[in-house]
């Protein structure tokens, strides 16, 4: 049990969203995993020395088995659990080569942003659905 006042554990991760037309990927955690069967948008944690776009870069490509380009920066999710605190960068990604297989996931699906709220997402995922939803929003409009 951590002593109180500790410093939690911090974790770096890269976060993709990728699109194909209106709909994005999304991939379910295995049951040995934190979290375990929830869903997520895919991508992982930072080695050292590694950007956040390589990152994201390898981590793709090893649980999915997709060549992507990291187009841009969505945003920053800083949240804090029971046993760390996380800090997720969230990347717009667009697929350059492959079709996505569940390599290192238990399951993968395209969705619409209005059935995001179908799936059981960890915490941390919040304020990336509020962004597809908003974008989806103003796209309809």
Not at 84 to 97: N, P, S
Not at 116 to 130: E, H, M, T, V
Request: a positive charge; one cysteine or more; glycine letters at 8%.
């Amino acid at each position: 049990m951590p002593k109180t006042g500790a410093a939690p554990r911090r974790l770096v991760v890269a976060v993709a969203v990728i699109q194909r037309g209106r709909k994005v990927l999304i991939t379910q955690r295995m049951l040995s995993d934190s979290f375990g069967g929830m869903w997520e948008f895919p991508g992982g944690k930072k080695q050292a020395g590694e950007s956040l776009e390589r990152c994201l870069v390898r981590e793709i490509k090893e649980e999915l088995g997709l060549a992507i380009r990291v187009a841009g920066r969505i945003n920053v999710v800083e949240h804090r659990y029971p046993t760390c605190l996380i800090r997720m960068t969230c990347f717009d990604c667009r697929v350059l080569a492959g079709e996505p297989k569940p390599l290192e996931c238990a399951d993968l699906r395209w969705v619409l942003p209005g059935e995001l709220s179908k799936y059981r997402f960890p915490p941390a995922s919040g304020p990336i659905i509020r962004h597809l939803l908003q974008k989806e929003a103003s796209c309809s409009e």
